[in-house]
């Protein structure tokens, strides 16, 4: 087991009703001015937004407002949150929202209190010195934001999608209720599974050899997500199916899945390569595409690795004498399954064409600069070769 430092400061608050509690919790932690922070619309059409203006209502809570977040949150955009907070004298910020929103909100807040443009301190040419505290409410399950320390935005004008993390990206608390999600589309929620599924199984694609107990803990998250998955698409307000996807997502990307191994996330930095060039590919429905084709490249590489993913994730018959056998079976499941919730199987069907993939690969490669780290290291012509494999 390799060397790590686990730390989650954020404090959980899960289950039914529990967005009702927001002001109560924000009045606990001391907040005197709070940035109410959601996205584009459907936390008016869902009752949400008048549940939780209530709630800060009631618990004496002074709160502006601002929406508008997009997906694949742009940064122009949290520029002028930063600016908004700075003119309004905020001190506490409340996300409302998915991954795009509390996204946008830790940036925001790094920015503002480290004095510096959100892209720079995303790119590494500023420091991330503070951070305003941020509570969320989460209304998706999908990118583990509201435990994470990590953050994502896209530069629109550059056309480029970078992720930043850093332990100021960590919510004070996160809002967990399943059921603020049975109104989402079944796009929506199978993006989100898909994205749940990927933050576990790139750290499960270990670089650091095997870990029975990392192992045994992944393949665990892994099969009830694609159990849980299946029943909140047939069910979409089956509350245990939605539990357990919520709280699943959560602690896939909290560290827990990658505390003592050594992994690389890059089937997420090939797929962001597609969502920078189209900001309308959800992020979970490009990793659909993206990781088959990144597995059918590097399988061979360990066989023993990919039997075991394809035996115990997805029920292959394992075959110790042709590890090739369960390795490919566990592939194919993988794209059968990504099929069977309405997620994209080729990037043609995200509307990409194969005269886009040496732009493609030299985005990602930063135009040969940079080698992306994974069973071998992927050059710039390894990466077409891999988008090629998803047409």
């Given amino acids: ?21 927001a002001g109560e919790i924000l009045r606990q932690y001391g907040a005197k001015k709070v940035l109410f922070y959601y996205g584009q619309g459907s936390i008016f059409t869902t009752g949400l937004h008048a549940a939780v203006s209530q709630s800060l ?9 601002m929406g508008g977040v997009k997906p694949n949150p742009d940064v122009e955009f949290c520029r002028k949150t930063a600016g908004f907070i700075q003119a309004q004298g905020v001190d506490f910020l409340l996300a409302v929202g998915g991954g795009s929103v509390i996204d946008s909100a830790k940036m925001a807040a790094i920015a503002v209190a480290s004095g510096a443009d959100p892209w720079d301190i995303t790119t590494g040419k500023a420091e991330a010195k503070g951070a305003l505290p941020l509570g969320v409410i989460l209304t998706i399950a999908a990118t583990g934001s509201e435990g994470s320390d990590s953050a994502v935005l896209t530069n629109e004008t550059l056309g ?13 608390f ?10 989402l589309p079944p796009y929506q929620t199978a993006a989100g599974i898909t994205d749940i599924m990927m933050h576990t199984c790139e750290r499960y694609i270990s670089l650091s050899g095997e870990n029975k107990l990392l192992d045994g803990m992944a393949e665990g998250l892994l099969r009830a997500v694609i159990d849980a998955g299946r029943q909140a698409m047939a069910q979409p307000e089956d509350y245990d199916a939605r539990a357990t996807l919520m709280w699943a997502g959560m602690l896939s990307h909290n560290g827990l899945m990658g505390a003592g191994r050594k992994y690389a996330m890059t089937a997420h930095k090939l797929e962001h390569v597609l969502s920078a060039m189209d900001p309308s590919v959800a992020h979970g429905a490009g ?7 990144y597995l059918k490249y ?6 023993a690795r ?5 035996a115990r994730i997805w029920g292959c018959a394992p075959d110790f004498y042709h590890l090739e056998k369960p390795a490919l079976a566990g592939i194919e499941a993988t794209e059968d399954y990504f099929r069977s919730i309405g997620m994209p199987a080729t990037l ?14 030299a985005a990602c490669s930063q135009n040969g600069r940079l080698v992306l780290p994974a069973l071998i290291p992927l050059d710039e012509e390894k990466m077409a070769e891999i988008y090629r494999l998803a047409l």
């Fill in 306 to 310: 990919f039997a075991q993913y394809g």
């Fill in 298 to 303: 590097i399988y061979r590489y360990d066989l």
């Fill in 174 to 183: 996160a809002i967990l209720n399943p059921e603020l999600t049975y109104t």
């Fill in 348 to 361: 043609r069907e995200l509307g990409f064409t194969e005269s886009q993939i040496p732009a493609m690969a």
């Fill in 160 to 172: 480029q999608k970078r992720g930043f993390s850093h332990q100021l990206n960590r919510p004070r």
């Fill in 57 to 65: 209502q009631m618990a004496g809570v002074e709160y502006v407002e």
């Fill in 287 to 293: 990793l659909a595409v993206i990781w088959p084709a």
């Fill in 1 to 21: 087991m390799e060397n790590f430092i686990f730390h989650t400061p954020t404090k959980f608050y899960f289950g039914r009703d529990t967005h009702l509690q």
